[in-house]
């Protein structure tokens, strides 16, 4: 995932790049089973994404927000998910900082459960937002909130799944990146970069 150097190709034909997006040759999804598609942070080898710099990282949320939209619009495509697998912890073999972009030609089944929960929670609340609710509520308690900010807030959920888990929520409410606005995609990059420093911060201070 580097750039190509004289004598040695690589994905990227490029000399240098600053975000680079294509098809993954080796897809989980392919043709009417949906579409898989890597993105690479940085040409830095050695990098992570806590590791750019506010600009450069909002050039991988423009390209995520990109693909999304183009990817939404295919006919075959139900659900488009970005993502990235980091740290040999979790079984990465390719070091180099990318993630990757999931087109689903159907709701996938956590995605599938959660919008039953918001439109149980809708039902029953006479026409509530689930996810606002969450948030209020967590904003009201305070003691697990992580960032909060005019346009997003971060917190470490009530009954968290992982050991290490935070969840990341616009103030306003939209259904996907390409929905949001002009304020909260240009805070996005510096909330992000601080949530993952954060965490670069509690494992750097454990292996030492």
């Not at 004598?7 to 999804?29: C, K």
Request: with cysteine.
């Amino acid at each position: 995932l580097c750039p190509s150097r004289p004598g040695s190709p690589t994905e990227i034909p490029a000399a240098d790049y600053d975000v680079a997006v294509f098809e993954n040759r080796f897809p989980s999804l392919a043709g009417d089973a949906g579409r898989c598609e890597v993105v690479c942070f940085t040409p830095d080898h050695d990098a992570s994404f806590a590791d750019l710099g506010e600009e450069h990282a909002a050039l991988v949320v423009a390209a995520w927000t990109d693909r999304t939209a183009e990817l939404s619009r295919l006919p075959s495509v139900a659900q488009v998910f970005c993502f990235e697998n980091r740290g040999r912890e979790i079984g990465v073999t390719l070091g180099h900082p990318h993630g990757q972009i999931y087109a689903y030609p159907f709701v996938t089944p956590r995605t599938e459960r959660m919008l039953e929960s918001a439109a149980a929670h809708h039902r029953r609340t006479g026409g509530g937002n689930l996810f606002d609710a969450t948030v209020a509520a967590e904003r009201a308690d305070g003691r697990r909130i992580v960032l909060d900010t005019d346009h997003w807030t971060a917190f470490v959920p009530y009954a968290a799944h992982w050991p290490y888990e935070v969840h990341l929520h616009p103030r306003r409410r939209v259904p996907d990146l390409p929905a949001l606005d002009g304020a909260a995609r240009t805070a996005l990059p510096q909330v992000y970069l601080e949530l993952l420093r954060r965490f670069d911060r509690i494992f750097e201070k454990r292996e030492g």
